[in-house]
């Protein structure tokens, strides 16, 4: 089993960062996406940034230009750089990896517990 641990949320001004932090840990034999989704009161959960193993991203235009994913992959940890938050960002923040035990196995999609994001006005 995987387990996924977010940390680094938190209550900020407008215009300010945070760094999210999210930690991979169990039987992990290999990682492919790692990614960052949130979900705001009454709203559906949807994607904000993902970073493949090739190094590759991708972010939501919501984010893009604000918004930094990365990872060390030899620690089972990825990352998220928020600058210039906005209210419109606060929400329930969520890692998820693709992870498999075995190098025969197939990747299976694992959650962490999520990290709440406050953005005062």
């Known amino acids: 089993q995987v387990q996924l641990v977010e940390s680094g949320g938190g209550l900020v001004q407008a215009g300010g960062s945070l760094r999210l932090s999210c930690a991979a840990s169990?039987?992990?034999?290999?990682?492919?996406?790692m990614g960052w989704y949130r979900q705001a009161p009454g709203k559906q959960r949807e994607l904000v940034a993902n970073?493949?193993?090739?190094?590759?991203?991708n972010y939501a235009d919501a984010v893009k230009g604000r918004f930094t994913i990365s990872r060390d992959n030899a620690k089972n940890m990825v990352y998220l750089q928020m600058n210039s938050l906005k209210p419109e960002d606060t929400a329930v923040y969520y890692c998820?990896?693709?992870?498999?035990?075995?190098?025969?196995?197939?990747?299976?999609?694992?959650w962490g517990q999520g990290t709440q994001v406050t953005v005062s006005s």
């Open positions: 998820k990896a693709g992870a498999r035990p075995n190098w025969w196995s197939s990747f299976n999609d694992y």
């Open positions: 169990g039987r992990i034999f290999s990682i492919n996406a």
């Open positions: 970073i493949f193993d090739s190094g590759s991203t």
